[in-house]
């Protein structure tokens, strides 16, 4: 393989708040490889938005601070680089497609201006004129009708589907290296999203930038992603390429996603959600946060003392888990209780 | 646009109804006051002879319709009638007094939404420093202190102890610097204050972390995406503040000696001279109607969003 885009190593990201320090973001590392789509996936809350955020240096401070480890960009730490060089790779190297594409426009400026706007801050010859015209071809690429006249459009003249269509535009405008995706989705009409995703893929396909693509539904990594990372109260609990994952997940929070998601082939109330809320990220259990809800673990005491290493368990797979080697059997009998063969691939 | 324009004649045509209102109102509200008028004008020592025949050279012994009718046929026609202690037309005595009031109000403004804009952006973008304390409590001293404290308190400073700066009259050109600067500090602290929250809250929208993510620099993120929103209810304070400046400029021209419009309806209350008095209420009646609909326009300029 060759050389990763990207490598965050043990980046934790914190938030002081009254209640005490929120360890949004625990000590995480992970990697990404050029012209790979990597998922992240997790609960709502479980950092994806923060690592997101530490990667483009935009962690509000206060009240956040990151406080440990490094995200190595071609090599230079991006934590430690001067906020002018940051501010450089920002929007031309690192494209950032945001959630929520009603409030993630200016609603003062045009749609074309705001995509214009990110090509001349990185491309300072650029003519006004040739903004306009590379900015309408961007929205030609993502598909948006009639780019001319949509252009000189304000934010609450689009459709949400056409806005998250212009939020992309601007995030490949300048070809980035890393672009990343977080929840594209969930803020639109399930009738669009299909088509966005589509979008997002043609964007990402036609740039060969390396995704990130946050979400919190699996559903999603099985079709778009090729390797995913699983996060749970700030931690990475598990590593693996799609297909290892839907075949044999090793991380029992990994397995409770996977049979929380709705199937077209298992009826609704046999859906098997994972028991309990998110853990507390200021006061986290012991041992392996996930233990109070795990139904692996069994009460037995290494859960509760012991915080387990993302452990290598084959063909690239890498779980948080001290007894990942029971995953696979219990997934077994979820699939028997869900009366449907939930081991058997992708959805 | 064509929306913008017919809201403007739409809104100039039912103000003609308002204006009508407000003629009512006034004329019955002087009529009501407690005091003769013409024994005010006529003066302590005149007979009781004297004061009748000013009362029917005024027309005061006429019904209160035949007046009314008097009075708005005349606004009809352009002509608000005669001040009964000067004799000259109405409209003579405001016109004179309209330049002085006006370009202290303009100025006033200017100076009010210029610092105010300014101190209240610094203090959103540095908030809870020092440099936001401070402008919070040079704001909250502007607010609070008496128009005619501050006036007097600057007349000793600049004109008396440094003498840098003409204490009162308009007869210099720096003669409005005092005066400006007093009647400025309410609405620059007013407007810095509402900047200041309103950038607050533009800072935490979506859209900033939008620019942000692109690689805009802090001026642009601060002024271009984040100034131009927030400024939409700013604009709001600023046409409110000088509305109020256009008529509540009394105390500052009494304190500097301004010969501006507000001592003019000040000492015609007092003298009873109705016709000024109407005349007054109802060209700032008029200058208000007139300051929305600009305002209405400046509106649709600065946010899309809105149209009429
Ligand atoms: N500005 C903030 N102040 C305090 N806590 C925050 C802030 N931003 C995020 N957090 C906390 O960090 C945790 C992770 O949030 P986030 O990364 O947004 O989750 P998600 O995985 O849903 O994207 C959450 O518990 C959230 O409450
Ligand atoms: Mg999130």
Not at chain 1, 239 to 261: N, W
Not at chain 2, 23 to 44: C, E, K, N, T, W
Request: net charge neutral; hydrophobic share 45%; with cysteine.
């Amino acid at each position: 393989m060759s050389s990763p885009v990207l490598s965050i190593r043990g980046l934790t990201t914190e938030f002081v708040t009254p209640a005490g320090v929120v360890k949004a973001v625990n000590d995480v590392s992970w990697d990404l490889y050029p012209g790979e789509t990597l998922g992240v996936v997790g609960e709502s809350g479980s950092g994806k938005s923060v690592t997101a955020m530490s990667i483009l240096g935009l962690v509000q401070s206060p009240p956040g601070r990151i406080v440990a480890g490094e995200i190595l960009f071609d090599g230079r730490d991006l934590l430690t680089m001067s906020a002018r060089v940051l501010r450089q790779l920002r929007g031309s190297q690192i494209g950032m497609i945001f959630q929520d594409p009603m409030t993630s426009l200016n609603p003062v400026l045009t749609v074309g201006q705001q995509i214009a706007e990110a090509l001349q801050l990185h491309d300072r010859g650029l003519s006004r004129e040739q903004a306009r015209a590379r900015s309408i071809e961007l929205l030609t690429m993502v598909g948006v009708p009639n780019p001319e006249g949509r252009y000189d459009q304000y934010p609450h003249e689009h459709s949400g589907g056409m806005r998250q269509r212009a939020m992309i535009a601007m995030a490949i405008a300048n070809d980035p290296k890393v672009l990343i995706a977080d929840e594209p989705t969930t803020a639109l009409d399930v009738t669009i999203q299909a088509q966005v995703l589509d979008v997002l893929r043609t964007a990402q396909e036609r740039t060969d930038a390396a995704t990130i693509l946050i979400t919190h539904d699996l559903g999603l990594i099985a079709e778009h992603a090729d390797r995913v990372i699983v996060m749970y109260g700030g931690k990475v609990v598990e590593v693996a390429d799609v297909l290892s994952v839907f075949a044999a997940p090793r991380h029992p929070y990994t397995l409770g996603l996977m049979t929380s998601l709705p199937r077209l082939d298992v009826e609704l109330e046999r859906l098997d959600p994972i028991p309990g809320s998110p853990p507390s990220l200021i006061d986290l259990p012991t041992g392996c946060s996930f233990h109070p809800r795990c139904r692996v673990s069994k009460g037995r005491d290494v859960c509760r003392t012991q915080v387990p290493p993302l452990y290598e368990v084959g063909g690239g797979q890498r779980a948080a888990c001290h007894f990942s080697e029971e995953v696979p059997a219990e997934m077994a009998v979820a699939a028997r209780a869900m009366g449907t063969d939930a081991g058997n691939g992708a959805p | 646009m064509r929306g913008t324009a017919a809201h403007i004649v739409r809104t100039l045509l039912l103000s003609l109804i308002t204006l009508f209102g407000v003629s009512i109102l006034i004329f019955l509200m002087l009529r009501v006051l407690p005091g003769d008028p013409a024994r005010v004008l006529a003066g302590l020592n005149a007979s009781e002879e004297q004061v009748s025949r000013l009362r029917e050279q005024l027309g005061l012994d006429e019904s209160l319709l035949t007046q009314y009718w008097g009075f708005i046929t005349g606004v009809l026609q352009g002509d608000l009638g005669e001040s009964a202690r000067t004799s000259r037309p109405v409209t003579a005595e405001i016109a004179v007094r309209i330049p002085a009031t006006l370009i202290l109000a303009v100025v006033a403004t200017v100076i009010g939404s210029v610092v105010g804009v300014a101190a209240g952006v610094i203090a959103a973008v540095r908030r809870n420093s020092f440099v936001d304390h401070a402008i919070s409590s040079v704001a909250m001293m502007g607010v609070s202190m008496p128009v005619y404290w501050l006036g007097l308190l600057l007349i000793l400073l600049f004109a008396v102890t440094l003498g840098w700066l003409p204490a009162a009259g308009s007869a210099e050109p720096l003669s409005i610097v005092l005066p400006a600067t007093t009647l400025a500090a309410f609405s620059t602290a007013l407007i810095s204050r509402m900047t200041r929250a309103s950038m607050l809250e533009v800072l935490g929208q979506d859209y900033i972390r939008t620019a942000e993510a692109k690689g805009a620099p802090p001026r642009t993120v601060i002024i271009k995406h984040g100034l131009r929103n927030a400024f939409i209810p700013v604009l709001t304070v600023i046409s409110l503040q000088f509305g109020a400046l256009l008529g509540g400029a009394v105390l500052t021209e009494t304190v500097f000696g301004w010969p501006g419009i507000g001592r003019l309806l000040v000492d015609s209350i007092a003298a009873r001279d109705f016709a000024v008095v109407q005349g007054i209420v109802l060209v700032y009646a008029a200058a208000f109607i007139l300051l929305n609909v600009i305002v209405d326009v400046l509106y649709v300029v600065v946010d899309p969003r809105i149209r009429y």
